[in-house]
């Protein structure tokens, strides 16, 4: 999938097979009707399906949440490359953002804040330089607005550090090693109970 | 980059007869600013300028040759430089990189002559240097007034006009300077060089970095992280989102101020919003220590030492309440009406004789990291007294807001207390000295 300017946007399932070892729902990028129902069918849970390769996904109603996979299929793989993404249905307490870009003063950084509509309303993020130092992503978050969420409220877990910590290495990994990609986004990533999920991921890469 | 800062001889290509030329201008700039060594002025087929002789090419190395001449001709002054082994040369010349491809390729032109060489190249497009010396000034720059105490400021700028700015406030708020640099187009010597040559430098106690944009940052993030001076950064040019694809959340939720503030959190360097900031941290730095992130609000005005408090808040420093031994002795030194929390008002009807002892037990409280004063209207000299003589005990840091307390001011002043104009300016001068 691409776009004018001289850059390309990857898909989704592209995006996250460059950036590895990210936590994921259970998913599957499927090239059957036929294999996308065994998947759901194995997993039992609500799944949402996604059609592949188009950009502004939820906008163009190309995902389905609880989604009848047999019903779907088709259609969604019309809209986009032919193939669906089929993905345990997860639904956080909380979304957030983690990304990446190639600044033009300073290298890879990566950033973090709160996703969802809140990420463009409110822009509550910062910025890290890749690869972190420790102790650097705790003195990041308390310059959140949004910090006391991610230190648990109301009686929630608090999100899991270690692991946002391995979703941004992963984020800024991709940057140094693939001079290229220009930005990177995860976004959403789900929190559920604590623990972290990445929904959805975006990979921009220049022409190599 | 010793010869920038420290030569014992200047070169100036371009020293003109006419006064009304850049030329003329620095070379008198040098020779008024009590420069003690050996200067030579560079100019084809003129016989004496300022009463110096003029030679049409150097016969002997300078340490520092000072280049304002037009920038085509430029080439040839750092050619001849370079040839007689000069250690460092500064081309203020403007026409450069910031007038496209064509003064860009240039400029490249000339670093790369300094290179082969093995001399250093600041500029161009700069407004040159100003550093204390022995018993003097190097002024190799086009600003006339120089500053009027020496001390432990020091400050690089990318841009010149800038330097005018700080040197404008070092004489307006008695702040001693040590070195300016002004690095241009940073063909060569960029602010991460200068930054690090400062650091080694022992007359050198706080440094002030003016940049639009950083042409070497990861370098730049390192020298500061290990600059043993406290390092404050103004940064311009925070609204354009630069050359981004954009196509991501993140590139559009980046502005071009995201890596700079993942930059300066990791260089641990204090980040100036606004230029008043920038000169109020750097007078902060100049005269008192680093300080714990916890101070008190000591005050006899009420109203104003609130603002104080709530400025505290916002820039994320604590105000701890005083031990209870410290609010007894308070209530027994205070009117009943006092308060002593934090803000801590001993008010305008305490003794004179309670001055003393009072702010001392706020000055020994383990619980305060350093002092806010805020005394407006009431010029209670036992008051000022009292801090100046807590803060030489106790080594605490304190900054202040005074208004209209001339004898109160004096005793700060005296103690080398900076005073800043409002309440917010206090204390947020005060998280300055917090730093990292």
């Not at chain 2, 400029?107 to 600041?122: H, S, T």
């Not at chain 2, 005990?393 to 800043?420: D, S």
Request: proline residues 7%; contains cysteine.
């Amino acid at each position: 999938m691409s776009e004018g300017r001289g850059i390309s946007v990857l898909s989704e399932w592209e995006s996250k097979v460059l950036l590895g070892d990210v936590p994921r729902p259970a998913e599957v990028l499927t090239r059957t009707k036929e294999e996308a129902v065994a998947f759901a069918c194995e997993l039992g849970r609500p799944v949402v399906a996604k059609a592949s390769g188009m950009a502004h996904k939820s906008e163009r109603g190309a995902v389905r949440l609880d989604a009848d996979v047999a019903a779907v299929w088709e259609e969604l793989a019309a809209m986009g490359d032919g193939t669906v993404l089929v993905a345990e249905m997860v639904r956080g307490e909380l979304e957030l953002i983690a990304g990446g870009l190639r600044d033009p003063q300073f290298g890879p950084v990566t950033s973090l804040g709160l996703g969802g509509i809140a990420a463009e309303v409110l822009g509550d993020v910062v910025f890290l330089l890749a690869p972190r130092l420790p102790g650097e992503l705790e003195r990041a978050i308390e310059e959140l607005r949004c910090a006391p969420l991610l230190r648990g409220y109301r009686g929630r877990p608090p999100v899991d550090l270690a692991e946002l910590g391995r979703i941004l290495d992963a984020i800024g990994s991709l940057l140094e090693r693939d001079p290229d990609v220009v930005e990177v986004d995860c976004n959403p990533i789900a929190v559920c109970e604590g623990r972290l999920l990445v929904l959805d991921a975006l990979v921009v890469r220049r022409p190599g | 980059m010793e010869a920038i800062f420290q030569p014992h001889s200047v070169a100036v290509y371009g020293a003109s007869r006419d006064p009304s030329k850049l030329g003329h201008v620095l070379l008198r700039n040098l020779l008024e600013g009590g420069f003690g060594g050996q200067v030579t002025a560079v100019n084809p087929g003129l016989g004496t300028v300022l009463g110096l002789p003029t030679v049409p090419r150097l016969s002997a190395p300078a340490d520092l040759a000072l280049v304002s001449v037009p920038a085509p001709a430029a080439e040839a002054a750092i050619a001849d430089a370079a040839r007689a082994g000069c250690r460092a040369a500064i081309v203020l010349a403007s026409g450069f990189g910031e007038t496209g491809p064509e003064g860009k390729a240039a400029e490249q032109r000339l670093a790369a002559i300094a290179r082969g060489a093995g001399m250093r190249l600041v500029g161009p497009n700069c407004m040159g240097v100003v550093s204390r010396l022995d018993g003097g000034w190097l002024n190799g720059s086009y600003f006339w007034r120089l500053p009027e105490l020496a001390g432990g400021v020091s400050m690089v700028s990318q841009s010149g006009a800038f330097g005018g700015m700080f040197f404008a406030e070092a004489r307006r708020r008695q702040l001693g300077v040590a070195r300016f640099l002004s690095v241009g187009n940073c063909a060569d010597v960029t602010e991460a060089d200068a930054l690090e040559w400062l650091a080694g430098d022992p007359v050198t106690t706080v440094v002030g970095v003016f940049a639009e944009a950083f042409s070497d940052g990861r370098r730049f993030v390192e020298a500061a992280n290990r600059c043993p001076q406290p390092v404050v950064v103004l940064k311009a040019g925070k609204g354009a989102a630069g050359a981004r694809a954009a196509a991501s959340h993140t590139g559009s939720l980046a502005g071009s101020h995201g890596a700079v503030r993942a930059a300066l959190r990791r260089a641990g360097a204090v980040e100036a919003q606004t230029s008043i900031e920038f000169f109020d941290a750097l007078q902060a730095l100049a005269a008192q220590p680093p300080a714990p992130p916890s101070l008190a609000i000591l005050t006899i005005s009420g109203g104003p030492s609130v603002l104080a408090a709530d400025a505290a808040e916002r820039v994320g420093l604590a105000l701890p309440a005083p031990a209870e031994a410290t609010v007894r002795r308070l209530r027994e030194l205070t009117p009943s009406f006092a308060a002593t929390g934090n803000p801590i008002d001993l008010t305008p009807q305490c003794p004179i004789s309670s001055f003393g002892p009072a702010v001392q037990a706020v000055f020994d409280d383990a619980a305060f990291g350093g002092v806010v004063v805020i005394n407006c209207g009431l010029d209670a000299a036992a008051f000022g007294e009292a801090v100046a003589a807590a803060h030489r005990r106790t080594g605490k840091p304190v900054i202040a807001f005074c208004l209209e307390v001339p004898a109160v001011e004096a005793a700060l002043a005296r103690a080398g207390i900076p005073l800043l104009p409002g309440p917010e300016r206090a204390v947020t001068a005060f998280a300055a000295l917090v730093g990292r």
